[in-house]
C-alpha cells in the first residue's frame, strides 16, 4: 500500500514552465539557463510559499540538463535524472536554520574542492539562509569570493535585511513576490478530479487564506479534501474557521446600534 503524498509535493513544479507568477524572475532564470550565462551565487528573496527553493531546484536541472527545452530541463536526460536522486552528491540542500553554525557551513564547503561526478555545475542551495551565525557567514563568504568555476551557490530568505552587505554584493538578487489570487485558482483547479464537485467561491476561500503562498493553499485544500466533505463555500469556510462577510457586516451593524442606542 502507498503512502499518500501531499497534493505540494505532488503539485511541486520542475520546469519554470510550471511556475506560478513569478512571471519576471522565471524569464530571466530560464534565459540565464538557455544562453549559459549562469551566476556563481544567487539570492532568491521573498515571502514563504512563493517558490523559491522549487526555483533553485529548478535553476540546478536547467542549468546542467543535457536537452534543455527554451531554457527549461528536460527532466528526462542522465543530467537530471541524477540530480532529481535524493542520492545526488552534486545538489546539495541545507536549512540554515538547523544548521545555522560555522562548523556546519565549514563542512558543507570541504565538499567544493571535489567537482561534480556527473554534471556540469555543483549546486549548493542554502534555505533561509538569514539564520548563519557571524562566523559562518565569513566562512561562507570566502567562497563567494572566489568560488570553483564548477559551483554556482543558491541562497534563499524570507529576511534579506539579515544577510550582511558583503554576501548580498557576491549575489545575483531575484525577489519572489506574494501570488496573486487568481493564478493560486488556477492552478488549484488542476488538481480536482473530472466532474468533481466544487465551488468557484470555495477555491477563491483558499486563495484568499494563503495571503499570496502557494504552498499554503495546497496545504488548505488537501486539509478540506480530507475532510470528506464537498468543496463548497460553506464547508471550507467551517473547515478554515472563518465567518463570512455578511455576519462580519451584521455583527458591525448590531455594534454600530447599541453604540447609537447610548
Known sequence: MSSYQSLYRV?????????????????????????????????????????????????????????????????????????ASETSLDLLEMDAASNSSVDNVRLMLSKTDYPPQFVKYKVYIIDEVHMLSGAAFNALLKTLEEPPEYMVFILATTEPQKLPATILSRCQRFDFGRIADAQIVGRLKMALKEGEEVEEAALQLIASAAEGSMRDAWSLLDMCMASGMTLSESNVREALGSVSQEVLFSFLDALSAYSSAD
Open 11 to 83: 503539485w511541486r513544479p520542475h520546469r519554470f514552465s510550471d511556475m506560478v507568477g513569478q512571471d519576471a524572475t522565471r524569464r530571466m532564470l530560464k534565459n540565464q539557463a538557455k544562453t549559459g550565462h549562469v551566476a556563481h551565487a544567487y539570492l532568491f528573496c521573498g515571502s514563504h510559499g512563493t517558490g523559491k527553493t522549487s526555483a533553485a531546484r529548478i535553476m540546478a536541472l536547467a542549468i546542467n540538463c543535457e536537452n534543455p527545452q527554451e531554457g527549461d530541463p528536460c527532466l528526462k536526460c542522465e543530467s537530471c535524472k541524477s540530480l
